[in-house]
């Protein structure tokens, strides 16, 4: 039989417990924000960039918020002493839109674009604060991905989302999770660089009515990603406006 002061002792944990589970369940989650560096292995301005977005995707360090981020390798530096062996003509394209949308004067490296609405020089650590300060507080549709399959050079995954404010684009990047590069010529020639979440492969996979919800069963193709990586997916306006939300997971071996 309990004594009295086992009971009280008892009463007390799980009353500790259940307000430990509500004070979890009372959390919001954190705030997706989209980082898309826009970089090349053959910038000498880059290499800072880079870090800064690997070590702001290894720390996470603002609170209330996950940034997910993106390193776009564009191809406008390839022939310069240098091939980017990670760089990519439609990322090129991609950037190009911001530069028309965002109404800047050209591209440049490193840019980084934040939720589609910020843009900056890389490596500029007081823009990005007040870029991401300000996406933090912007309220993101919720995405849901499940059911992910990699088998037979095929990711199959289910997107849910909420209720959409406004049209958008539902966007799928696979990105590796790490690679190292030891640069031999050009501006960065003799350096060894490192890389985080590097798109290789970015597509549209459908598109989400004003008021609408999302919910589809996708497939695509991972033959030629044999590294470890993640998939990312964002909800976007047309014309690569403002991003709405998004989400992340690990693809599986």
């Known amino acids: 039989m309990l004594k009295l002061c086992d009971k009280r002792l008892l009463w007390l944990s799980a009353l500790a417990l259940l307000g430990s589970v509500q004070s979890r369940a009372a959390s919001p989650a954190p705030t ?3 980082v898309e560096l826009f970089t090349s292995e053959g910038c000498s301005d880059c290499p800072p960039a880079d870090a800064f977005l690997k070590t702001m995707d290894s720390t996470q360090p603002v609170s209330g918020a996950q940034l997910i981020v993106l ?3 564009v191809d406008y530096w390839d022939d310069l002493g240098w091939r ?3 760089s990519s003509h439609s990322l090129t394209l991609r950037q190009e839109d911001y530069v028309t949308r965002l109404r800047l004067a050209s591209a440049y490296t490193p840019q980084m674009v934040v939720d ?3 843009q ?4 500029d650590r007081r823009s990005a604060a007040k870029a991401f300060e300000s996406a933090r507080s912007t309220a993101k549709v919720a995405i849901r991905i499940s059911s992910l399959n990699n088998e037979g050079g095929s990711l199959r995954m289910r997107i849910e989302t909420d209720p959409v404010p406004a049209k958008a684009e539902v966007v ?3 990105a590796v999770e790490h690679a190292e590069s030891q640069v031999q010529r050009g501006e960065n020639g003799g350096r060894h660089l490192e890389h985080v979440a590097i798109v290789r492969n970015l597509m549209p996979v459908g598109k989400a ?3 609408g919800v999302f919910s589809k069963e996708i497939s695509v193709s991972t033959k030629s990603f044999a590294a470890p ?3 990312i997916v964002f909800l976007q306006e047309p014309n690569q406006g403002k991003i709405l939300g998004a989400a992340l997971e690990r693809i599986p071996n």
């Open 71 to 73: 390193e776009e390798h």
């Open 32 to 34: 997706p924000i989209i």
């Open 84 to 86: 980017d062996p990670f």
């Open 209 to 211: 009515d004003n008021g």
């Open 116 to 118: 589609g609405a910020y």
């Open 229 to 231: 990586g993640r998939v």
């Open 172 to 174: 799928v990047a696979l």
């Open 120 to 123: 900056f020089v890389g490596s």
